[in-house]
């Protein structure tokens, strides 16, 4: 077998040595791309560092073991004179040049739990959960058993008072809003009916010609109230919050003829056909 030259040799080691180099270049960059990843696995503070040295190795063995390139640090400490040259001083600038990057945090999932007036049994499942943390805004729908979650939050915010806002139809947050996140990572919100407001019925009555009719009285039968329409026979029926809950039933009287008289869904708008016989 013929032994390859030295030329030969020096080729196979300088792109063997090439590509080790840029290895460790692409492990540096992905220990910074994902330094919150790994956060999230434990790799943070003194264990991060240590993920460095494996890179701060792949690059002093490309660069001097086989480049044969050179590098030299001169300094003074504890009035004695330091020389450092070849593979040491990569090694050292890699390793403590990781101490300048940005330094990752773990992270946690925070859980918020809806509950209604009927204690924790009372569960909510409709609505969103919105929480501030710090200048980061994050709005989460709340799943099927109640509870929203929130990934990768930044630990420094355990015992830290955050902004706690719910959104749900018909319900109202009870107690504060800031709220500091605990230990168990898991925030409880209580939520109270809130009061519904009224509810006006909105319409048109149309004459057999098809044009607006005036003077019509209407009502909503069980309730007191009565309005008139106006000359383009609109008309606007303010309904209690109980009575705007489903379907109520709408008369429309004129001279003494009942022109519609049946079920309607607020709040409308709703057309309506006066009938010119009596009912």
Not at 125 to 133: E, I, N, P, R, W
Not at 200 to 218: E, K, P, S, T
Request: one cysteine or more; hydrophobic letters at 45%.
């Amino acid at each position: 077998m013929k032994r390859a030259g030295a030329s030969e040799q020096t080729k196979i080691l300088f792109w063997a040595s090439s590509g080790v180099f840029f290895l460790s270049l692409l492990g540096a960059a992905g220990l910074v791309v994902f330094a919150p990843r790994l956060a999230q696995y434990g790799v943070t503070g003194n264990f991060f560092y240590l993920a460095v040295v494996p890179v701060g190795l792949l690059a002093a063995f490309s660069l001097f073991g086989a480049l044969r390139s050179y590098a030299r640090y001169e300094g003074k400490v504890l009035n004695g004179s330091l020389e450092l040259g070849g593979p040491v001083v990569v090694f050292c600038l890699v390793v403590i040049g990781a101490f300048y990057l940005p330094k990752p945090e773990s992270t946690f999932s925070l859980m918020v739990r809806l509950s209604g007036p009927g204690g924790a049994s009372d569960v909510i499942k409709m609505g969103t959960v919105t929480v501030d943390f710090g200048t980061d805004r994050r709005t989460k729908d709340v799943t099927s058993s109640g509870e929203a979650y929130f990934n990768e939050v930044p630990i420094r915010f355990v015992g830290t008072p955050v902004g706690v806002f719910a959104n749900v139809p018909n319900y109202r947050l009870t107690g504060p809003a800031m709220r500091p996140i605990p230990d168990t990572h898991t925030i409880y919100l209580e939520m109270s009916a809130a009061p519904r407001a009224p509810l006006a019925l909105r319409g048109l009555v149309l004459n057999a010609a098809g044009r607006g009719l005036d003077g019509v009285n209407l009502s909503v039968v069980g309730m007191s109230q009565a309005i008139k329409t106006d000359a383009a026979g609109n008309f606007s029926l303010t309904l209690a919050p109980a009575d705007a809950s489903g379907p109520v039933r709408l008369r429309a009287e004129k001279d003494g003829r009942v022109g519609f008289d049946d079920y309607v869904t607020p709040p409308g708008p709703i057309t309506i056909a006066f009938k010119g016989d009596d009912q």
